[in-house]
């Protein structure tokens, strides 16, 4: 066990070096604002303060996890070594820049709370964030400094042994749409006829009636296929399927269509599945209670995981109504248009409230890519070299590797010509040395 001596224990402090020490490295920590008994103890320990009480292992603390609230907070981004870091401390730390108040500032996702720019859909943008305004938002910074602070410790502390620690994947589906024909009630399929004479798309007019027919099967519905994938591979998918009621954002099939209960059920026995908030109920509390309660009587067990639609994330309302309705995990922490660590790490954490300064019990599984983020390339083989870059990053750190696909990703379309290849190499990425 490390004991860290402070001249004062917060709820920020006692946050950020569990999630560093205990649930990245593998090692329980402890707390004391008493010389005495850091002194009695005699494992790891470290001073974690404003100055050194002696030739201990010290690390200078940075102010804001000593405080209350948001403030205006005033710092440079330096190089340091393969990567980059904040909060410089002076050369008398042990580590030239304090990585637990950097930390907390990216998983608390400090800079959501500040006043910023929303595109379209009311979302944080990858453009305005500090990782991507300074270069580092392809590296898992968070990771990356507890490794180097492992480092620093073992200098110290030869004999301590720690737990090692293994590269996994953990795929998400979002199926906002099941089936792109099939199951959309006659008012939707005559519209739909309608569109598709008006826009002379009669190649899709064609393809719709051959898949209402029983000709062909739907061009959405490659849940077969997942589930074989699912059955070939240990990684664990969770399968986000939307359940709102119709509406301009959310189009997908009613839940009272037979099929589609059935689909959800089948593809439940194989894999996790969750709920993908809709786009109203990210705002309104009741909508989202009614849709938690509808997927809990098709899944018949409780719901566990959600996902919000658009990867739209509101903080802190978004997570705050996820904690009242006892939600346990949230899968929307990413960007859709950009590959890299939007919290800077690639270990799932607890939501820290900032407004209340608490530990909830959300865990936050950050996502690192979406589909829709390889289409910037344009050839196969660049969308495999990026892909590849993100693992080798996560795989550096050990770390968990979540991508985001959607159920359409695999079809025939030629705008996704290749991702099942991509998926495949994901899922095989784990079989490495």
């Keep these: ?16 070096f569990k999630h560093i020490c205990t ?25 974690y303060s404003r100055q050194a009480l002696g030739n201990e ?40 820049f ?19 720019v929303k595109d379209d ?9 500090l990782a991507f305004k300074h270069d580092f938002l ?41 089936y792109y024909f099939k199951q959309k009630g006659l008012m939707r399929t005559v519209g739909g006829t309608l569109g598709d004479l008006f826009r002379l798309r009669l190649k899709q007019l064609y393809q719709r009636y051959l898949v209402l027919l029983g000709f062909k099967r739907d061009p959405y519905n490659t849940f077969k296929w997942l589930i074989n994938m699912q059955k070939h591979t240990k990684s664990k998918f969770v399968v986000f399927f939307l359940i709102g009621d119709y509406t301009t954002y959310d189009k997908n099939i009613n839940i009272n269509k037979r099929n589609f209960v059935s689909l959800i059920k089948s593809v439940a026995d194989y894999s996790r599945v969750g709920l993908k908030v809709s786009y109203f109920a990210l705002e309104n509390f009741d909508i989202l209670k009614k849709e938690k309660v509808n997927m809990e009587s098709i899944i018949n067990t409780t719901l566990e995981v959600s996902r919000n639609s658009f990867s739209k994330l509101s903080l802190p309302k978004a997570y705050r109504n996820l904690v009242e309705l006892e939600i346990n995990e949230d899968y929307t922490m990413g960007y859709v248009n950009e590959i890299g660590f939007r919290a800077g790490t690639c270990t799932p954490f607890l939501f820290y409230d900032l407004d209340y300064e608490i530990q909830t019990p959300l865990m936050i599984y950050p996502f690192q890519l979406m589909d829709y983020a390889l289409l910037k390339n344009v ?8 892909l590849f870059k993100i693992i080798n990053e996560i795989k550096l750190v050990n770390g968990t590797f979540t991508p985001v696909f959607h159920n359409y990703s695999f079809s025939d379309d030629p705008q996704w010509v290749g991702f099942r290849e991509l998926f ?6 784990t079989n490495e040395n």
């Design 138 to 178: 392809h590296q898992p910074v968070v990771d990356i400094w507890a490794q180097k602070f492992k480092s620093a410790i073992q200098e110290r502390f030869p004999d301590f042994i720690f737990e090692s620690k293994h590269y996994r994947v953990s795929p998400i589906i979002d199926v906002p749409m099941a």
């Design 1 to 16: 066990m490390l004991l860290v001596y402070t001249h004062k224990i917060t709820p920020r402090l006692k946050y950020i």
């Design 121 to 129: 859909y009311g979302r944080f943008m990858a453009k305005d964030s």
């Design 57 to 96: 292992f010290f690390v200078k603390s940075h102010d804001i996890i000593f405080e209350q609230g948001l403030s205006d907070v005033d710092f440079q981004v330096h190089d340091w070594e393969e990567t980059k870091c904040f909060f410089y401390n002076g050369e008398k730390s042990g580590i030239p």
């Design 379 to 386: 050839s196969l083989l660049d969308k495999k070299e990026s």
């Design 23 to 47: 649930r990245i490295l593998g090692f329980p920590v402890s707390f004391t604002t008493t010389v005495e008994d850091f002194i009695a103890h005699d494992s790891l320990k470290m001073s």
């Design 98 to 116: 304090d990585i637990f108040a950097a930390s907390f500032y990216l998983l608390s996702r400090y800079e959501e709370y500040l006043p910023h």
């Design 424 to 429: 495949t190499l994901i899922l095989d990425s």
